[in-house]
């Protein structure tokens, strides 16, 4: 299957700094990337829909000047999480579109986990 | 937002056992997805069905799109202790193209 990688895989920062995650798609090209965020026990949330060459798409309620998605290439999106607080910790997962039957199926990276002190 | 309606919530099963879980819906979806997810760790993919109907199986899973393409089950045959983890359905190509939406998950516990 298509694999994703994420990184770091985690990371702990003071509250007031900023932390940017790579998703990379490594064996395929992924015009669209989607970003996830998961909460203990809880299913996964979409944040974003990030689109090779324009501006991200934000769901409903995620501020766009908090969490920057820049999609420069084929195989990279990054989110980064600008001034972060504790409020933002929580595990990222980015997934990315691979092709196949409907262009629909996505496969997740690992997912980077966030702590914010 | 929308979400499918997964069930069951958590199963405890003895080692060995089958299993079965089901995601349904009020919208029709021309995608649906199965995927895995240990603790700490991304979904994997376990199958994916592209046509109402189909019915798939990756070794000892089979899953099945529900003919109305509202409906989707996943079983696994004689459990293992390794099939622990969170089980997640998901369906795409309803209104909004390509995004995923998911079940609230099955949390399988394997006894050995």
């Known amino acids: 299957g298509a694999v994703v990688s994420q990184h770091p895989s985690w990371v702990i920062c003071k509250s007031g700094t900023s932390v940017k995650i790579e998703c990379r798609s490594l064996?395929?090209?992924?015009?669209?990337m989607f970003w996830y965020r998961q909460f203990p026990k809880q299913s996964l949330m979409l944040m974003a829909t990030?689109?090779?060459?324009?501006?991200?798409?934000?769901e409903q309620g995620v501020e766009k000047d908090k969490f920057l998605i820049n999609h420069a290439s084929l195989t990279l999106s990054t989110l980064t999480v600008t001034s972060a607080h504790p409020e933002d910790s929580s595990f990222y997962i980015c997934?990315?579109?691979?092709?196949?039957?409907?262009?629909?199926?996505?496969?997740f990276g690992p997912g980077t986990r966030l702590l914010v002190l | 937002g929308q979400q499918l309606n997964q069930s069951p919530q958590s199963m405890f099963i003895q080692e060995g056992e089958d299993v079965s879980m089901n995601c349904t819906s009020s919208?029709?979806?021309?995608?649906w997805l199965w995927y895995k997810q240990d603790p700490g760790e991304g979904p994997v993919l376990l199958i994916a069905?592209?046509?109402?109907?189909e019915l798939t199986s990756n070794g000892r899973l089979t899953a099945q799109f529900g003919i109305t393409r509202k409906d989707s089950f996943l079983n696994i045959s004689a459990s293992i202790p390794s099939d622990v983890g969170i089980y997640f359905c998901?369906?795409?190509?309803?209104?909004?193209?390509?995004?995923?939406?998911f079940g609230q998950g099955t949390i399988l516990t394997v006894h050995p």
């Open positions: 997934s990315a579109i691979a092709p196949g039957p409907t262009q629909e199926t996505q496969y």
């Open positions: 064996d395929f090209q992924a015009t669209t």
């Open positions: 990030s689109n090779e060459g324009s501006k991200a798409t934000y």
């Open positions: 919208s029709i979806f021309n995608t």
């Open positions: 069905l592209y046509k109402a109907g």
């Open positions: 998901a369906a795409a190509g309803g209104t909004s193209y390509g995004k995923l939406t």
